[in-house]
């Protein structure tokens, strides 16, 4: 079986939504800052209610998702995406 890296499969792919969530807005710089050179369109929410507001509007390829905030966490925030 070969391995395929996330890189690949984003550049073989059209272009997609990536959703940073995050509530400190330092780490969703150094999110965007790394991952903007995949070319991809990148949205970010800072809270698991925000989050889930823009999943209601656009469809995301991938999630990245704090597991650690304040009111709604990342567990939970998880629990209702995947519902």
Known sequence: MTEVSIETVLEESDKVRILLVDDQPARLLSYE??????????VTARSGVEALEKLMRHEFALILLDVSMPGMDGFETASLVHE
Do not use: N
């Not at 903007?36 to 369109?41: C, I």
């Open 33 to 42: 800052a790394i991952l903007r050179e995949l070319g991809h369109e990148l």
